[in-house]
């Protein structure tokens, strides 16, 4: 399959890995926008949230779950941290492989832009 994500869970792409499981991986962004930024990737390849079905609720829940934990293991679950799914182009989404995006260590605005 020729997607960066898959390639990364499999360890043919290089990325700096700081979780990984039975399910998920967790890697630093290479272009990161805040001071924290780790993509949450499940190892199983869904484009976009658009294709996850019932089947995959447990997953969708664990990649959130160990989200909030990694946030608690980077200190900035008190202080705040934002996880972000973008859905298709329109919305941001540029790596066709769901991801969340684990956001923190600095003031969050909103609305996002
Ligand atoms: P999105 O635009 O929501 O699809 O997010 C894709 C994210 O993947 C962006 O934040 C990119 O900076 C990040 N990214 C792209 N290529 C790599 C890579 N080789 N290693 C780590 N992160 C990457
Ligand atoms: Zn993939």
Redesign the pocket.
């Known amino acids: 399959m020729d997607c ?2 898959c390639k ?1 869970a499999c360890g043919e ?1 290089p ?1 700096n890995i700081i979780y990984r499981d039975d399910l998920i991986v967790v ?7 805040a001071p924290h ?1 780790k ?1 949450i990737i499940p190892q199983k390849h869904i484009a976009t949230l658009n294709e996850v079905h019932d089947e995959d609720s447990d997953l969708i829940g664990h990649m959130a779950l160990s989200g909030a934990m990694l946030a608690k293991q980077l200190n900035i679950a008190n202080e705040g941290y934002r996880l ?3 859905c298709n182009p329109g919305a ?5 492989h769901i ?1 969340f ?1 684990l956001l923190g260590g600095r003031r969050m605005n909103w609305p996002p832009g």
């Not at 890697?27 to 926008?33: E, G, K, L, T, V």
Request: hydrophobic share 50%; proline share 4%; net charge negative.
């Open positions: 960066l994500f990364i792409i990325a890697f630093d962004d290479i272009n990161p926008q930024h993509v972000v799914l973008n941001g989404q540029s790596v066709f991801h995006h």
